[in-house]
């Protein structure tokens, strides 16, 4: 059974640096792309970044210059790295990782930016 667990949300204010993680567990398979979505209250949910299995990186252009995407393709895991962090960039942060022709979400983490 395919398991993905973010951590690494909180509370944090304007300007401040949060670091999330997402771990797979239970994949046979080699990932392919693993990304980093989020979804604010009342707003559909939008990507925030992606990485490929060969590198190549995709962001949201709200979040180019502060975020960074990488993966630790041992340890099945990707994370995030977000810096100057604003209010809205509050959201619940969920992490997809692709295997083959699926797609597995994680559970979410919250992110609150306060002012």
């Known amino acids: 059974q395919v398991q993905l667990v973010e951590s690494g949300g909180g509370l944090v204010q304007t300007g401040g640096s949060l670091r999330l993680s997402c771990a797979a567990s239970g994949i046979t398979s080699s990932i392919n792309t693993m990304g980093w979505y989020r979804q604010a209250p009342e707003k559909q949910r939008e990507l925030v970044a992606t990485?490929?299995?060969?590198?190549?990186?995709n962001y949201a252009d709200s979040v180019k210059g502060r975020f960074t995407i990488s993966r630790d393709n041992a340890k099945n895991t990707v994370f995030l790295q977000m810096n100057s962090l604003k209010p809205e960039d509050t959201a619940v942060y969920y992490c997809?990782?692709?295997?083959?022709?699926?797609?597995?979400w994680g559970q979410g983490t919250q992110v609150t930016v306060s002012s």
């Open positions: 990485l490929s299995r060969g590198g190549n990186t």
């Open positions: 997809k990782v692709n295997v083959g022709w699926s797609n597995f």
